[in-house]
Protein backbone atom coordinates (compact mmCIF):
# COMPACT_ATOMS: atom_id res chain seq x y z
CA UNK A 1 0.00 0.00 0.00
CA UNK A 2 1.02 3.78 0.07
CA UNK A 3 1.08 6.04 3.18
CA UNK A 4 2.04 9.37 2.66
CA UNK A 5 2.21 11.93 6.43
CA UNK A 6 2.36 15.07 6.25
CA UNK A 7 1.89 18.00 8.77
CA UNK A 8 -1.95 17.99 9.44
CA UNK A 9 -0.99 22.10 10.83
CA UNK A 10 1.08 25.00 10.55
CA UNK A 11 0.78 28.50 11.10
CA UNK A 12 3.49 31.27 9.98
CA UNK A 13 3.74 34.99 10.09
CA UNK A 14 3.65 37.32 6.87
CA UNK A 15 7.08 37.80 5.27
CA UNK A 16 8.28 34.32 6.71
CA UNK A 17 9.35 31.73 5.58
CA UNK A 18 8.07 27.78 6.17
CA UNK A 19 8.96 24.37 4.95
CA UNK A 20 6.14 21.83 4.39
CA UNK A 21 7.16 18.09 5.13
CA UNK A 22 6.80 15.24 3.41
CA UNK A 23 7.30 11.80 3.82
CA UNK A 24 6.27 8.66 1.58
CA UNK A 25 6.32 4.82 1.56
CA UNK A 26 5.25 3.28 -1.85
CA UNK A 27 5.47 0.27 -3.66
CA UNK A 28 7.66 2.04 -6.63
CA UNK A 29 7.57 5.78 -7.13
CA UNK A 30 7.07 7.91 -10.49
CA UNK A 31 7.24 11.42 -9.38
CA UNK A 32 5.95 13.59 -5.99
CA UNK A 33 3.47 16.53 -6.76
CA UNK A 34 2.26 19.30 -4.82
CA UNK A 35 -0.91 20.94 -4.74
CA UNK A 36 -2.20 24.17 -3.19
CA UNK A 37 -5.99 24.05 -2.38
CA UNK A 38 -8.05 26.93 -1.01
CA UNK A 39 -11.30 26.68 0.80
CA UNK A 40 -13.95 25.35 -1.36
CA UNK A 41 -11.70 25.74 -4.28
CA UNK A 42 -10.07 22.60 -6.64
CA UNK A 43 -6.52 21.86 -6.27
CA UNK A 44 -3.79 23.45 -8.06
CA UNK A 45 -0.66 22.31 -9.26
CA UNK A 46 2.52 24.19 -7.77
CA UNK A 47 5.39 21.48 -8.73
CA UNK A 48 6.49 18.13 -9.63
CA UNK A 49 10.16 16.43 -8.49
CA UNK A 50 10.93 13.05 -10.42
CA UNK A 51 14.53 13.44 -9.45
CA UNK A 52 16.61 14.23 -6.46
CA UNK A 53 17.44 17.56 -5.69
CA UNK A 54 15.69 21.23 -5.69
CA UNK A 55 12.90 22.72 -8.05
CA UNK A 56 12.97 26.64 -7.59
CA UNK A 57 9.69 28.05 -8.90
CA UNK A 58 9.33 32.53 -7.62
CA UNK A 59 8.72 32.14 -4.52
CA UNK A 60 7.72 27.93 -4.04
CA UNK A 61 10.30 25.54 -4.42
CA UNK A 62 10.54 21.49 -3.66
CA UNK A 63 12.69 19.44 -2.85
CA UNK A 64 12.84 15.47 -3.08
CA UNK A 65 15.17 12.65 -1.67
CA UNK A 66 13.76 9.58 -3.18
CA UNK A 67 16.17 7.68 -1.41
CA UNK A 68 15.06 8.76 2.13
CA UNK A 69 11.17 9.05 0.89
CA UNK A 70 11.11 13.14 1.57
CA UNK A 71 9.73 15.72 0.27
CA UNK A 72 9.50 19.29 1.94
CA UNK A 73 7.56 22.92 -0.23
CA UNK A 74 9.59 25.61 0.98
CA UNK A 75 7.51 29.10 0.79
CA UNK A 76 9.19 32.31 1.31
CA UNK A 77 7.77 35.93 1.31
CA UNK A 78 4.61 34.70 2.86
CA UNK A 79 1.56 36.80 1.60
CA UNK A 80 -1.95 36.14 3.28
CA UNK A 81 -2.84 34.41 0.24
CA UNK A 82 -0.90 31.54 0.80
CA UNK A 83 -3.43 30.56 3.72
CA UNK A 84 -4.64 27.35 2.42
CA UNK A 85 -3.98 23.49 2.54
CA UNK A 86 -0.98 22.25 0.61
CA UNK A 87 -1.40 18.37 -0.66
CA UNK A 88 2.18 16.41 -1.19
CA UNK A 89 0.71 13.17 -3.70
CA UNK A 90 3.45 10.20 -4.83
CA UNK A 91 2.45 8.67 -8.32
CA UNK A 92 3.29 5.10 -8.33
CA UNK A 93 2.49 2.33 -10.97
CA UNK A 94 -0.89 0.29 -10.43
CA UNK A 95 -1.63 -1.69 -13.01
CA UNK A 96 -1.15 -0.91 -16.59
CA UNK A 97 -1.43 2.77 -15.02
CA UNK A 98 0.54 5.15 -13.03
CA UNK A 99 -1.65 6.34 -10.10
CA UNK A 100 -0.94 9.37 -8.17
CA UNK A 101 -1.78 9.30 -4.05
CA UNK A 102 -2.54 12.34 -2.02
CA UNK A 103 -1.74 13.10 1.93
CA UNK A 104 -4.35 14.76 3.81
CA UNK A 105 -2.92 17.32 3.38
CA UNK A 106 -1.38 20.52 5.59
CA UNK A 107 -3.17 23.54 6.63
CA UNK A 108 -1.49 26.42 6.53
CA UNK A 109 -2.42 29.63 8.26
CA UNK A 110 -0.39 33.18 7.25
CA UNK A 111 -1.12 35.39 9.86
CA UNK A 112 -0.22 39.27 9.81
CA UNK B 1 -4.93 25.40 -20.61
CA UNK B 2 -6.51 22.24 -19.90
CA UNK B 3 -9.85 22.50 -18.56
CA UNK B 4 -12.06 19.64 -16.71
CA UNK B 5 -15.59 20.46 -16.21
CA UNK B 6 -17.85 19.21 -13.97
CA UNK B 7 -21.82 19.59 -14.38
CA UNK B 8 -22.72 20.70 -11.45
CA UNK B 9 -21.55 22.62 -8.30
CA UNK B 10 -23.92 21.39 -5.60
CA UNK B 11 -26.43 18.64 -5.67
CA UNK B 12 -28.40 17.62 -2.92
CA UNK B 13 -30.11 14.29 -3.52
CA UNK B 14 -32.44 12.03 -1.50
CA UNK B 15 -31.65 8.14 -0.08
CA UNK B 16 -31.84 5.69 -2.69
CA UNK B 17 -31.58 8.26 -5.35
CA UNK B 18 -29.44 7.22 -8.37
CA UNK B 19 -27.00 9.64 -8.92
CA UNK B 20 -24.76 10.44 -12.08
CA UNK B 21 -21.83 13.10 -11.93
CA UNK B 22 -20.17 14.19 -14.93
CA UNK B 23 -16.72 15.50 -15.45
CA UNK B 24 -16.00 16.43 -18.89
CA UNK B 25 -12.26 17.35 -20.54
CA UNK B 26 -11.19 19.00 -23.36
CA UNK B 27 -7.27 18.36 -24.09
CA UNK B 28 -7.69 14.44 -25.09
CA UNK B 29 -6.13 13.43 -22.08
CA UNK B 30 -6.31 9.33 -21.49
CA UNK B 31 -6.33 9.56 -17.86
CA UNK B 32 -9.16 10.42 -15.92
CA UNK B 33 -9.78 10.12 -12.16
CA UNK B 34 -13.28 10.31 -9.77
CA UNK B 35 -11.54 11.52 -5.72
CA UNK B 36 -13.69 12.21 -2.42
CA UNK B 37 -12.72 14.66 -0.32
CA UNK B 38 -13.44 14.60 3.46
CA UNK B 39 -12.43 16.55 6.38
CA UNK B 40 -9.31 15.10 7.92
CA UNK B 41 -9.25 12.34 5.46
CA UNK B 42 -7.65 14.26 2.22
CA UNK B 43 -8.19 13.13 -1.12
CA UNK B 44 -9.32 9.42 -1.73
CA UNK B 45 -9.57 7.45 -5.06
CA UNK B 46 -12.52 6.01 -5.66
CA UNK B 47 -12.48 5.22 -9.79
CA UNK B 48 -9.67 5.64 -12.55
CA UNK B 49 -9.44 4.84 -16.35
CA UNK B 50 -6.84 5.27 -18.06
CA UNK B 51 -8.62 4.91 -21.85
CA UNK B 52 -12.14 4.42 -23.30
CA UNK B 53 -14.07 1.47 -21.77
CA UNK B 54 -11.36 1.34 -19.65
CA UNK B 55 -12.08 1.44 -15.57
CA UNK B 56 -10.32 0.06 -12.48
CA UNK B 57 -11.03 0.57 -9.19
CA UNK B 58 -9.31 2.72 -6.71
CA UNK B 59 -9.10 3.04 -2.63
CA UNK B 60 -12.96 3.22 -1.88
CA UNK B 61 -14.94 1.77 -4.97
CA UNK B 62 -17.90 0.69 -3.04
CA UNK B 63 -20.93 1.92 -3.64
CA UNK B 64 -20.25 4.06 -6.83
CA UNK B 65 -19.89 2.83 -10.54
CA UNK B 66 -17.91 4.69 -13.82
CA UNK B 67 -18.69 5.01 -17.56
CA UNK B 68 -16.21 6.07 -20.21
CA UNK B 69 -17.59 6.15 -22.89
CA UNK B 70 -16.11 8.46 -24.55
CA UNK B 71 -12.43 9.37 -24.23
CA UNK B 72 -13.38 13.22 -22.75
CA UNK B 73 -16.16 12.39 -20.41
CA UNK B 74 -16.18 10.35 -17.23
CA UNK B 75 -19.22 9.71 -15.25
CA UNK B 76 -19.55 8.51 -11.57
CA UNK B 77 -22.66 6.79 -10.76
CA UNK B 78 -23.95 6.31 -7.45
CA UNK B 79 -26.04 3.55 -7.33
CA UNK B 80 -28.28 4.17 -4.78
CA UNK B 81 -27.27 7.23 -2.47
CA UNK B 82 -26.59 6.99 1.14
CA UNK B 83 -26.05 9.61 3.96
CA UNK B 84 -22.75 8.64 3.88
CA UNK B 85 -21.80 9.57 0.23
CA UNK B 86 -22.19 13.27 1.25
CA UNK B 87 -18.69 15.04 0.37
CA UNK B 88 -17.12 16.59 -2.23
CA UNK B 89 -16.58 15.06 -5.24
CA UNK B 90 -13.61 16.07 -7.85
CA UNK B 91 -12.68 14.74 -11.12
CA UNK B 92 -9.16 15.39 -12.38
CA UNK B 93 -7.42 14.12 -15.38
CA UNK B 94 -3.81 13.88 -16.95
CA UNK B 95 -1.71 13.06 -19.56
CA UNK B 96 1.77 12.18 -18.49
CA UNK B 97 2.27 14.77 -16.48
CA UNK B 98 0.95 16.81 -13.59
CA UNK B 99 -3.18 16.47 -12.27
CA UNK B 100 -5.71 19.19 -13.23
CA UNK B 101 -8.39 18.90 -11.35
CA UNK B 102 -12.49 20.15 -11.88
CA UNK B 103 -14.28 22.60 -9.69
CA UNK B 104 -15.86 20.00 -7.62
CA UNK B 105 -19.80 18.50 -7.01
CA UNK B 106 -20.82 19.03 -3.62
CA UNK B 107 -22.99 16.61 -2.80
CA UNK B 108 -25.33 16.10 0.12
CA UNK B 109 -27.71 12.68 0.26
CA UNK B 110 -30.46 13.73 2.80
Known amino acids: GQNIDQPTEMTATEGAIVQINCTYQ??????LFWYQQHAGEAPTFLSYNVLDGLEEKGRFSSFLSRSKGYSYLLLKELQMKDSASYLC?????????????FGRGTSLIVHP | DVKVTQSSRYLVKRTGEKVFLECVQDMDHENMFWYRQDPGLGLRLIYF???????EKGDIPEGYSVSREKKERFSLILESASTNQTSMYLCASSLTGGYTFGSGTRLTVV
Open chain 2, 49 to 55: SYDVKMK
Open chain 1, 89 to 101: AVRAPSGGSYIPT
Open chain 1, 26 to 31: TSGFNG
